[in-house]
């Protein structure tokens, strides 16, 4: 006997096969005409068989629902990746552009340097490249280790210095704070915000307090 659900399940067959062979006969042959009258009668003797094609067809538009669905979440996430990508080349543009422009500015305080710079002796210059002593520099940028390629850094007045998680730009290099002061503020002017006076002794950084004497 047809339940009720086997019942619809064929009469939903059943009209759309009716509704296939009266719409879309002139592009049906006649054998597949033959084999549509042919599958209607024998779902219609074998009900069971009508109701496992509807239970997988059922099955295959829910998994295809959900294909559907992952393909949307992986589109947004892919979107969303691409913002962030976008993002962070505009980042990194943005401070090659500031370097850049730092390089020109630079120029400018060239008087200055002259004037504040002391003169390094070939006595006082260590092995490693580093000057012997209390240096003072005047850092404009501290950035996460790996945006900045040392090909940037065009100016023999501006350094990058690589640490374990950072790149610090570091411009000048002096023997006295006020020289250093004087650079800072001059650069703060040009719009650099955050520029600010560090320390080194024989090439290891120190704190400000420790260069000028301080314990």
């Keep these: 006997m047809f339940t009720i659900g086997n019942k619809k399940s064929f009469f939903l067959l059943l009209a759309f096969s009716f509704f296939a062979f009266g719409m879309n006969a002139q592009e049906l042959?006649?054998?597949?005409?033959?084999?549509?009258k042919d599958l209607a009668k024998e779902y219609k003797k074998n009900p069971a068989a009508l109701k496992i094609l509807t239970e997988k067809s059922e099955g295959l538009e829910a998994e295809l629902n959900e294909l559907n669905a992952e393909v949307g979440q992986l589109q947004q996430e892919s979107s969303s990746f691409q913002a962030q990508m976008s993002r962070k080349n505009a980042q990194i543009n943005d401070l090659q552009t500031?370097?850049?422009r730092l390089n020109m500015d630079l120029s400018e305080a060239q008087a200055s340097?002259?004037?504040?710079?002391?003169?390094?002796?070939?006595s006082e210059v260590m092995t490693d490249g580093y000057?012997?002593?209390?240096?003072?520099k005047v850092q404009i940028g501290a950035f996460e280790r790996g945006q900045l390629s040392s090909d940037l850094m065009t100016s023999e007045n501006l350094n990058?210095?690589?640490t374990e998680d950072y790149q610090k730009v570091v411009v000048g290099q002096f023997r006295d704070?006020?020289?250093?002061?004087?650079?800072?503020?001059?650069?703060?002017?040009?719009?650099?915000k955050g520029a600010w006076i560090v320390s080194y002794r024989d090439?290891?950084?120190?704190?400000v307090k420790e260069a000028l004497g301080g314990e």
């Design 203 to 207: 090439g290891e950084r120190i704190t």
């Design 113 to 122: 340097l002259a004037s504040a710079e002391t003169s390094k002796g070939s």
């Design 98 to 100: 500031q370097i850049n």
């Design 160 to 162: 990058l210095e690589n």
């Design 29 to 36: 042959s006649k054998e597949e005409v033959k084999k549509w």
């Design 177 to 192: 704070y006020e020289s250093a002061k004087i650079l800072r503020d001059q650069l703060k002017k040009m719009g650099v």
């Design 131 to 136: 000057i012997a002593g209390v240096v003072f």
